[in-house]
């Protein structure tokens, strides 16, 4: 009798949310950007793709450099 030795992972959903330059700065210019969040606040995130996540402070939802966003996705699948 076989056994199944696979690990349960949960279900996850992937999102990407688009990274936003900053107005104001000349173009050619370096400029910092942001994500827009869903609670509708702006997370900074001054250069895209930087290695360090940065989070939400209002509703703690985090982000990779390059705005992608892993969560526990909203249903579950029936077997």
Avoid: N
């Avoid at 688009?18 to 900074?44: L, M, N, Q, S, T």
């Avoid at 703690?60 to 705005?67: E, I, S, V």
Wanted: proline share 13%.
């Amino acid at each position: 009798m076989k056994r199944d030795t696979t690990a349960r992972l949960p279900l996850t959903e992937t999102v990407k949310k688009a990274w936003i330059r900053e107005e104001g700065y000349p173009e050619g210019i370096p400029a910092p950007g942001f994500f827009r969040c869903d609670c509708g606040r702006k997370v900074p995130c001054p250069e895209y793709g930087q290695p360090e996540p940065v989070t939400c402070p209002a509703c703690q939802t985090t982000y990779t450099g390059h705005g992608w966003i892993i969560r526990r996705a909203p249903f579950a699948l029936v077997s």
